[in-house]
Structure formats: structure tokens, C-alpha cells
């Protein structure tokens, strides 16, 4: 009898997880858009990976350097660019925490390129976050890995 209890209330309790899941996969999908830039900086996209590919043809450590990068920024409070964001006074930032200082300098150089490239053009100009630069060009240094000779 005591098995049947314990039975029901293990499956009641993964029920409400998968419910709770779903309910927040649901919430956290409408928030993401594809083309979400298209009005303010059609070419993003382009943009982003030209300099991601140039970096590239420069040192291909910027590849992991930059997965890496993306990671430490993510694995802590979420996907913000905090990790690339620098010290200011008496404000240490996550950049600059122990566990960072190791992250090459490749991966910050190829986001500070990408980020240049963009705000040089005018309509694009500040108004693309670094966040979303930091995830197009870890997936675009990804996806050139595929593309380069072995």
C-alpha cells in the first residue's frame, strides 16, 4: 500500500514538473524572434559575420576563444555580455573575476570587432545589444569551422 503512495506521489510530482516546464518553454519561445533586428539594422547578420570571418582568417583560436567566451558569459545569470563588460573604479566585474581571467583575448576582440562593425553603420548604431552580438558571432565562428580547410 505504501509503495502505491509513494508511486502516485512521484508521478503527481513529475506531472507538475513537466507541466511547469512546458508552461515556461511556452513563455520563454514568445519572446525570441527571428529577423528581430530587420527594422533598425537589416544587416546584422552580414555584418556580424563579415567580422567574425575576418577574425578568423586572423587566428583560428578566435573559435574556441570565442565558444568559450559565449559559455562563461551564459553559465552565470544568463546570456548578457556581462562577461565582456570591463572593470570601473571600485566595481569589479565579471570580466575581471578570477574564473574569467584565464578567457583569451580573442574571444573579447572578435565581440569588439563585430560591435565596431555594426555601429559604423549609421541606423545600426547602438542599437544592437552585445549580448545578441556575442551569440551571432559564437555561432557564426562555429559555423565557419565547418567551412575551413583540414
Do not use: W
Amino acid at each position: 500500500m505504501m509503495v502505491v503512495v509513494m508511486r502516485r506521489r512521484m508521478a503527481a510530482a513529475a506531472m507538475l514538473v513537466l507541466v511547469a516546464m512546458a508552461g515556461g518553454a511556452t513563455v520563454c519561445a514568445a519572446q525570441l524572434r527571428r529577423n528581430y533586428y530587420a527594422g533598425v539594422c537589416p544587416n546584422v547578420e552580414s555584418i556580424v559575420r563579415g567580422a567574425v570571418a575576418r577574425k578568423v582568417q586572423e587566428t583560428f583560436a578566435t573559435v574556441g576563444a570565442t565558444v568559450r567566451l559565449f559559455f562563461h558569459d551564459c553559465f552565470v545569470d544568463g546570456c548578457d555580455a556581462s562577461v565582456v563588460v570591463a572593470s570601473a573604479g571600485n566595481n569589479t566585474a565579471e570580466k575581471d573575476h578570477p574564473n574569467n581571467l584565464s578567457l583569451a583575448g580573442d574571444g573579447f576582440d572578435t565581440v569588439i570587432k563585430a560591435k565596431a562593425a555594426v555601429d559604423a553603420v549609421p541606423g545600426c548604431r547602438d542599437r544592437v545589444s552585445c549580448a545578441d552580438i556575442l551569440a551571432m558571432a559564437t555561432r557564426d565562428a562555429i559555423a565557419l569551422v565547418r567551412v575551413l580547410p583540414v
